[in-house]
């Protein structure tokens, strides 16, 4: 029912930037909680920063400062821009949004940051 489908991803060079999208098939704002996700190889999926309530952003560790969360609800979209990339960035990102009790995931991007 609900669909998530994310956009953006590719190779980026470390330092430089990336805008992922995130494109919804449900207003964003009946989302308790939207926005991004992601899970490098052999590792935990992690926080990256989710928007809750429609106003209330949440950023993971590692994006505090580098990455900035904004969604356009006219447009059903949540995007994450990402700037001064590192290596250790390289994952799956994935759409994430949760209704209720329900948790939905996008298929995921990926986003390869060279060294």
């Known amino acids: 029912q609900v669909q998530l489908m994310e956009s953006g991803g590719g190779l980026v060079q470390a330092g430089g930037s990336r805008r992922l999208s995130c494109a919804a098939s449900?207003?964003?704002?009946?989302?308790?909680?939207i926005g991004w996700y992601r899970q490098a190889p052999g590792k935990q999926r992690e926080l990256v920063a989710t928007?809750?309530?429609?106003?209330?952003?949440n950023y993971g560790d590692s994006a505090k400062g580098r990455f900035s969360i904004s969604g356009d609800n006219a447009k059903n979209a949540v995007y994450l821009q990402m700037n001064s990339l590192k290596p250790e960035d390289t994952a799956v990102y994935y759409c994430?949004?949760?209704?209720?009790?329900?948790?939905?995931w996008g298929e995921g991007t990926l986003v390869t940051v060279s060294s």
């Open positions: 928007i809750t309530g429609g106003l209330i952003t």
């Open positions: 449900e207003n964003i704002f009946r989302f308790n909680i």
């Open positions: 994430y949004a949760r209704h209720d009790d329900t948790n939905y």
